[in-house]
C-alpha cells in the first residue's frame, strides 16, 4: 500500500515539471522571437561606374573595286581575225589579245603606193618641162603664161604627194592598230568579241582587270565621314574574311542620290576576293554622353513605356532596400544598355532576375554572382 501511494506521489510531481516547463514557453512575448528565422531573399547585387562616352558599332555595305579596270574597243570597224585570250585567262603587259583582217587594208596601201609613183612620175615630166621652158625663157623664146602654168602644176603635185603620204600614214596606223595589246597585267573578266565578227568601235571587246592595287569603296554619313582621317585602319568583313584596311581617300563630294560621301580603303593582296564582291566595313563613332553600361537583364518595365532600374540602399544586417529608379536608355546591344539618368558615382543595383522583386522589398546579396559587371555590350 506504501509502495502504491509513493508511484503516486513520483507521477504527480513529474506532471507538475512537465505543466509548468510547457507554460513557462508559452508564456514568451512574440517580439523577441529569434530574427535569424526570418527569410530574405537573395539578389545579384553589383555596382556600376560612370563612362564619359560610348562607342556605337556601325556596318556599311560597300564594294570591292580593281584600282585599273580598262574596257578595251578596237579603234575602228573591222572583221576579226583571230582572238587568242578568254574570260579568266591572265595575260601579261603587251600581250596580243585579238587582231583584225587587214587584207582590204594592204590593198588600199598598195593603192596609195600607186598614186605616189604616179605622181612622182608626174613630178619629174614637170620639172623636165620648167628646164625647158626657163631655156627657151632666156632666149626669149617661151611665154610667161606657160612658165607660170607649169610652177603651179608642181605645187598641185607636191601637195597631191604630201596628200598620198598622209592617206599612207593613216593605213599604217590603222594595220598597227588592228592587233589589240594588253596595256598592263593582268585577268580577263570578260570577252565579248568573237572571231569573224565586224567589229565597230563602240563596242566593248574585253574587260581587264589589274590584279594588284585592289580596293574598297563605301559610302557613309556625312557626320561618320568628319570623324574619320586618311590612313586610319578600319576592320573589312569580306567574305569569311576579317582583315584591316587602310583609309586612301575621304570624298568632299555628297553623292546626291544616297546622301553619303565615299571612302576608299586598300586591302593587302593577302586577302583573297574578286572584283565586285560586296565587303562590310565596321566603323565605331563614339558619342561623348555620360552614363552607364549595365546588363540588359536589369532593365524592367516602368509607367508610360519608360525604363527602370533596381537599386540598393544598405539596410542593418547586410541588408538592402530596394528603391526602382527610372532611366533613360542611349543605346543597345544584344546584352547591354547604356543609361543615362543617375547622379555620376558608383552605384549598386540588381543585374539579374528584378521580375521577382519590388520596389521597398529588403533582400540579401547573393554569395556567388550569376553575371559580370558590364564594360561594352556585344553588338547587335
Request: charged share 20%.
Amino acid at each position: 500500500m506504501f509502495k502504491l501511494q509513493r508511484a503516486n506521489v513520483i507521477t504527480s510531481i513529474i506532471s507538475f515539471v512537465f505543466t509548468a516547463t510547457l507554460l513557462s514557453a508559452c508564456s514568451k512575448p512574440a517580439d523577441v522571437a529569434d530574427e535569424n528565422s526570418i527569410y530574405h531573399q537573395s539578389a545579384d547585387i553589383q555596382a556600376i561606374s560612370p563612362s564619359e562616352f560610348y562607342e556605337v558599332s556601325r556596318e556599311y555595305i560597300g564594294k570591292v573595286v580593281s584600282k585599273q579596270l580598262a574596257s578595251l574597243s578596237f579603234e575602228y570597224t573591222g572583221k576579226v581575225e583571230n582572238v587568242y585570250v578568254d574570260s579568266g585567262d591572265l595575260v601579261t603587259k603587251g600581250q596580243l589579245l585579238a587582231e583584225f583582217n587587214t587584207e582590204l587594208l594592204a590593198i588600199k596601201l598598195q593603192e596609195i603606193d600607186a598614186s605616189i609613183r604616179q605622181l612622182n612620175a608626174q613630178a619629174e615630166l614637170n620639172r623636165l618641162n620648167l628646164e625647158r621652158i626657163n631655156k627657151l625663157n632666156t632666149k626669149g623664146y617661151s611665154s610667161k603664161q606657160t612658165l607660170d602654168e607649169l610652177e603651179t602644176e608642181k605645187k598641185v603635185i607636191k601637195a597631191d604627194l604630201s596628200r598620198q603620204q598622209a592617206n599612207k600614214s593613216t593605213i599604217n596606223y590603222q594595220i598597227s592598230k588592228a592587233q589589240l595589246h594588253a596595256p598592263f597585267a593582268g585577268v580577263v573578266s570578260s570577252r565579248s568579241v568573237a572571231e569573224g565578227e565586224v567589229f565597230s568601235s563602240n563596242q566593248t571587246a574585253f574587260e581587264l582587270i589589274k590584279q594588284a592595287q585592289h580596293e574598297v569603296s563605301v559610302g557613309v554619313p556625312v557626320k561618320v565621314a568628319r570623324e574619320l582621317s586618311i590612313g586610319q585602319l578600319l576592320q573589312v568583313e569580306l567574305g569569311q574574311q576579317d582583315i584591316s584596311a587602310k583609309i586612301l581617300v575621304i570624298g568632299k563630294q555628297v553623292n546626291q542620290v544616297s546622301r553619303t560621301v565615299e571612302l576608299r580603303l586598300a586591302v593587302t593582296n593577302q586577302a583573297t576576293f574578286y572584283n565586285g564582291q560586296l565587303a562590310k566595313i565596321k566603323i565605331k563613332q563614339r558619342v561623348n554622353q555620360a552614363g552607364f553600361w549595365l546588363p540588359l537583364a536589369a532593365l524592367t518595365d516602368g509607367i508610360r513605356g519608360q525604363w527602370n532600374i533596381f537599386q540598393v540602399d544598405d539596410a542593418k544586417n547586410k541588408l538592402f532596400t530596394i528603391t526602382a529608379t527610372t532611366v533613360e536608355v542611349k543605346y543597345s546591344t544584344l546584352d547591354a544598355v547604356y543609361i543615362a539618368g543617375l547622379p555620376l558615382k558608383k552605384h549598386h543595383i540588381i543585374v539579374a532576375g528584378v521580375h521577382r522583386y519590388v520596389p521597398g522589398q529588403i533582400v540579401k546579396k547573393a554569395a556567388i554572382s550569376n553575371s559580370q559587371t558590364v564594360k561594352v555590350g556585344n553588338t547587335l
